[in-house]
Every structure is written in C-alpha cells, then in structure tokens.
C-alpha cells in the first residue's frame, strides 16, 4: 500500500483492488492504531474511525488536494504508482 502524504503523525495511503467493497474513490488513513477509509469526493468515512481531531485535519488535507488525489486514484486504477502528495504543514 503506497504512502502518498504522512503529517501530524497521520499516513495516507491509496491503492485499488478490482475486487473493493466500496467503490468509491478513497484514501486510506492510519493514526495511532486508527484506520479509515476516506471518500475523496466529500471526505465522508466510507470504513473505519479516526479521532474527531484527525479526521477533520484530513478531510482538509482533502479538500485542498483533491485534484492531486484524483489523479493518483487514477494512477492506482491503472495500475500505476501514485505520486506523493504535499503533507499539511
């Protein structure tokens, strides 16, 4: 599973698997034992928990990086690696 971004004590992760229960475009989140899938569209939680704090740090993470996380989705679908993506700071 690639790391694109780690900040704040947060790695974020995208990868595809043809065969994934959620099919949504999404990232994947760990912190401290936590685990999520994320939605890039909206920042919805598709799986999985983060700490409120957390959670709200990626969503605006997201938010300013969606293109980027867009196009690294598409990357993965292909079978491509995704690029890494500009922590927050």
Known sequence: MPTISMFYGI???????ASEKHH???IHVRYSGHKASIAIDDGRV???ALPVKQLKIVQAWIEIHQ??????WDLAANGEQ?????PLR
Do not use: N, Q, R, T
């Open 46 to 48: 598709l799986a999985g």
């Open 11 to 17: 790695l974020v992760s995208i990868y595809f698997e």
């Open 67 to 72: 293109d980027e996380l867009f196009a690294d």
């Open 82 to 86: 995704p690029f890494p993506v500009e």
């Open 24 to 26: 949504a475009k999404h």
